[in-house]
């Protein structure tokens, strides 16, 4: 599996983006679909994960009422539209997907996800 994650950019404070990751290769209903974000100096942490077969969307605590993740399974594409941005949103942004038990349990954890995207930089400026 192959991922390609786009839509990055420089937004103001309360402005929004929408993030894409495109899948190629071959998927599988049990998939799970993360996105990580990564800023200078902090470690990697989650922001959302969705299932590539059901609706089941989880996020961040830190997010949760801006973010919403989303996939169009007719694409291979998975979308994270990010609204009110903040300051401190600003990262690397990273998709990632899986298909193990591990991520199935917690997908929150990076390092149970088997393929990763090359980020893409949100800059949200104050």
């Known amino acids: 599996v192959q991922l390609q994650a786009s839509g990055g950019g420089l937004v103001q404070a309360g402005g929004s983006l929408r993030l894409s990751c495109a899948a190629s290769?071959?998927?599988?209903?049990?998939?799970?679909m993360g996105w990580f974000r990564q800023a200078p100096g902090r470690e990697r942490e989650f922001v959302a994960a969705?299932?590539?077969?059901?609706?089941?969307?989880y996020y961040a605590d830190s997010v949760k009422g801006r973010f919403t993740i989303s996939r169009d399974r007719a694409k291979n594409t998975v979308y994270l539209q990010m609204n009110s941005l903040r300051p401190e949103d600003t990262a690397i942004y990273s998709c990632?997907?899986?298909?193990?038990?591990?991520?199935?349990?917690?997908?929150?954890?990076?390092?149970?996800?088997?393929?990763w995207g090359q980020g893409t930089q949100v800059t949200v400026s104050s």
């Open positions: 990632a997907a899986g298909s193990g038990m591990r991520v199935r349990f917690d997908s929150s954890k990076a390092d149970a996800y088997d393929y």
């Open positions: 290769g071959r998927t599988f209903s049990s998939t799970v």
């Open positions: 969705i299932s590539w077969s059901g609706p089941n969307t």
